[in-house]
């Protein structure tokens, strides 16, 4: 094909591993130097969960609630003799960088982005309460029920909550690695509720000292197990006489998570008032504002109206407080505002405010299915249930994104292989695994797309470059962005890596990776460079067209999940690498792609995996391969100008 025609076919389409839990289980179980009291009925339950849920076949790796202050106080976890760091992952702060408000969340022309500030500032968090929770995904290699709930939308987060109705809900850790990977912290829950949960909460109340001792407890949790805080949620009377240790519990539990707990928060839900009554205020006001002082923020119930929003303004202004401490409920169910796919409009309610919001049961797209005659509870897996879950979800979320900011991915080098955390197969460099065994681990999950994806791309399950899922491009008409990024390359050097798939073999079927670059600091000229087949490269103003390397690349270059194969991989995939050079530093702002195919072609493309890496100059002439590209799209003064404004800067 032309490549003329093809560049101007593109001009106008673009209006860590964690250690095997087996091994690491057995030595930490048999190196104890004093058994448990309940050794004998643990090697019961052991080998039952082994055999029958856990491929770990160890409890002492599940997730289970606290029931009581008992358990409490005494740390009596079954994994009180593990270290969890070897199946928890820290939280990695530094993977993405600070949130912008998008006007076009996936039109990959649109570079407008809404900075974030102290005035404008709007979090999210994400209460995941899913039919009571400690379900199959309770265990550190969770179950074969691949079609179960999985959060992909991490880039909106702020704060995750895992949710339950027990005394001390202590997060599982596939949850803590999906949540943790994408740089979001998670919040365990402590509720008090009912005839049981008042008495629980008074036994803590009865002193100060009592109060100390459950807060030191509960950080200790938060530091075996490695998540960041608490909700607190107290829906039972409080006596009177007990309401300043109340106050005193939520502010020391604060104090105490903020200096012990890396990035440790707490957030109060309202429920009980100033004089111990239960009474939801559904606003922020004087009757719970005290809260709102000892935590790091309040979640608001769900059932606010319009008046419950001025009336919290003009609260948070006596305060003098910042508007995104407050999180206005929204349940996806529907109660007290509208829910379900309405769900936009009570959360442009929240954002017109200036309030952050708090999501409760977004696993209503999955859950909801049984009403359609979907079987939610196979546990094997459906793939019916897959495809309708997977379906209503993105277009759930599509809806809600033009309310949230979305954090950009900020830390090079850059991998992710698109895995959701489950799959029917397991494929590693595009080859199916003999096991055939399917699987659900959010431990598994790599890092996910920036915004939903919409009409563009689907997640397929059918072939997967690696994990257990692939892209399935939709969108052949314009090019759509992936990833927002804010990546660095001070030395203006790059390499590029991509795995993908076409099922058609002619050059009508094509498929590109594009990256929009911009000057540092302060962007002044977008360019956009093609990386697809090319034979020669073609550079023009504002967008280049590259070809991939054709020659060996030093190992130390080369993804070790991403091998430099100029045949094709396991089921048809390929790999391309690029290597390319601008004439002064540059900023990736997206990665997208554009695919292109004849109208009447009924062939598919996949991605299936993406490597971006900032190269050294000495690394750039190591490479010393035939198609190194140099990109000299800025001029001479333009980098002068950016000399004088990094000066200015680090004056």
Request: hydrophobic content about 40%.
């Amino acid at each position: 094909m032309d490549e003329q025609k093809v560049i101007d076919q593109h001009n106008a389409s673009l209006a860590v591993v964690l250690p095997l839990a087996e091994t690491l289980c057995q030595a930490t179980v048999e190196e104890e130097a004093v058994p448990a009291p309940d050794l004998a009925s643990d090697q019961q339950l052991c080998l039952f969960t082994g055999t029958n849920m856990s491929p770990c076949g160890c409890p002492k790796l599940e997730a289970e609630p606290i029931l009581n202050n008992r358990q409490l106080l005494g740390f009596q976890v079954r994994s009180h003799d593990i270290d969890w760091k070897l199946f928890v992952r820290p939280l990695d702060a530094q993977v993405r960088g600070e949130p912008v408000y998008l006007d076009r969340q996936s039109d990959f022309l649109s570079n407008y982005r809404r900075t974030v500030n102290r005035n404008n500032r709007r979090e999210l968090l994400v209460c995941h309460d899913m039919m009571g929770n400690y379900l199959a995904d309770r265990h550190y290699h969770s179950s074969r029920k691949y079609d179960d709930y999985r959060f992909m939308h991490w880039s909106a987060v702020d704060y995750f909550c895992y949710f339950s109705h027990n005394y001390v809900t202590i997060p599982p850790s596939g949850w803590l690695n999906a949540a943790h990977r994408h740089g979001v912290p998670v919040l365990g829950t402590y509720i008090a509720e009912g005839t049981a949960g008042s008495k629980l909460l008074h036994e803590v109340l009865a002193s100060v000292e009592s109060v100390q001792r459950t807060v030191i407890a509960m950080t200790r949790l938060c530091l075996h197990f490695g998540f960041e805080g608490w909700l607190v949620n107290v829906e039972c009377q409080v006596r009177t006489e007990a309401m300043p240790n109340l106050y005193l519990f939520v502010d020391e539990l604060r104090r105490v998570t903020e200096t012990q707990v890396p990035y440790g928060r707490v957030i109060w839900y309202d429920s009980v008032i100033n004089n111990g009554e239960l009474l939801w205020q559904n606003e922020l006001n004087e009757r719970n504002v005290q809260f709102f002082r000892a935590s790091h923020g309040t979640l608001i119930n769900y059932s606010w109206n319009d008046r419950s929003l001025a009336n919290s303004e003009a609260s948070i202004q006596r305060e003098k407080a910042a508007p995104h401490r407050l999180f206005m409920g929204l349940d996806v169910f529907g109660r007290g505002q509208l829910g379900r796919f309405r769900s936009a409009q009570t959360l442009a309610r929240i954002a017109a405010r200036g309030f952050s919001a708090g999501i409760f049961a977004p696993a209503w797209c999955f859950e909801t299915l049984q009403q359609f005659n979907y079987n939610i509870h196979d546990r094997n897996g459906d793939e019916s249930v897959n495809a309708a879950f997977l379906m209503r979800n993105e277009h759930w979320w599509a809806r809600l994104w033009p309310s949230l900011a979305t954090h950009p991915y900020h830390r090079l080098p850059f991998y992710t292989n698109f895995c959701v955390g489950s799959g029917r197969d397991s494929f590693e460099c595009g080859a199916r695994q003999r096991t055939g065994v399917p699987f659900f681990n959010l431990a598994r999950q790599s890092l996910q797309p920036s915004v939903p994806l919409g009409e563009n791309a689907e997640r397929s399950f059918d072939t997967a470059y690696a994990g257990g899922c692939a892209l399935r491009i939709i969108n052949y008409a314009r090019a759509f962005r992936l990833f927002l990024t804010e990546f660095q390359f001070p030395h203006g050097a790059l390499l590029l890596g991509y795995a993908y798939k076409i099922t058609a073999h002619d050059e009508r079927h094509a498929l590109d990776v594009v990256l929009r670059f911009c000057p540092p600091q302060k962007p002044m000229q977008d360019v956009y460079v093609f990386s697809g087949a090319y034979g020669e490269a073609v550079i023009k103003q504002g967008a280049c067209y590259i070809s991939s390397v054709n020659g060996a690349l030093p190992t130390s270059l080369v993804h070790e999940q991403l091998p430099l194969e100029h045949g094709a991989l396991g089921e048809n995939w390929r790999v391309r690498y690029y290597l390319a050079k601008f004439d002064g530093p540059v900023q990736l702002q997206d990665i997208g792609v554009l695919g292109r195919r004849p109208e009447e072609s009924a062939s598919e493309a996949y991605i299936g995996a993406i490597y971006v890496q900032s190269l050294q100059l000495d690394d750039w002439e190591k490479a010393q391969s035939s198609h190194n590209i140099n990109i000299p799209v800025y001029s001479e003064q333009l980098w002068q100008q950016h000399e004088i404004i990094e000066k200015d800067i680090t004056a």
